[in-house]
């Protein structure tokens, strides 16, 4: 049974930064490109940033480019995304997700939802002004 669980969200204040984590059972984040999705109250989801399965490359949305960075350890069967200098509008519920195998290769849209076959509970990050 794959299960993904998000952590390391919380309250911080505009201007800091977080780390948050995203650990995998079931599956092994190598071989699985992995995301980061997140939403605000009354928004819809939003692609925040996915991790190659065949490697390291990596996509972000436009706007977040330079502040955030994900990431993964193999050996712990965990991805990161590192958030910095966060604003107020950075505050929604921030949830993991990932893409079987098949995705890992090949030209694939990985800011759509749709690609993501698993998704983490989510976790609430709030940037206080």
């Known amino acids: 049974q794959v299960q993904l669980v998000e952590s390391g969200g919380g309250l911080v204040q505009a201007g800091g930064s977080l780390r948050l984590s995203c650990t995998a059972s079931g599956l092994t984040v190598s071989t699985y490109t992995m995301g980061w999705f997140r939403q605000a109250p009354g928004k819809e989801r939003e692609f925040v940033a996915a991790i190659r399965g065949s490697g390291t490359r990596t996509y972000y949305a436009d706007s977040l480019k330079g502040r955030f960075t994900i990431s993964r350890d193999n050996a712990k069967n965990t991805m990161y995304l590192q958030m910095n200098s966060l604003t107020p509008e950075d505050t929604a519920v921030y949830y993991c997700?990932?893409?079987?195998?098949?995705?890992?290769?090949?030209?694939?849209?990985?800011?759509?939802?749709?690609?993501?076959?698993?998704w983490g509970q989510g976790t609430q990050v709030t940037v206080s002004s």
């Open positions: 997700a990932a893409a079987p195998p098949r995705y890992a290769y090949g030209r694939h849209d990985y800011s759509q939802g749709s690609v993501y076959d698993y």
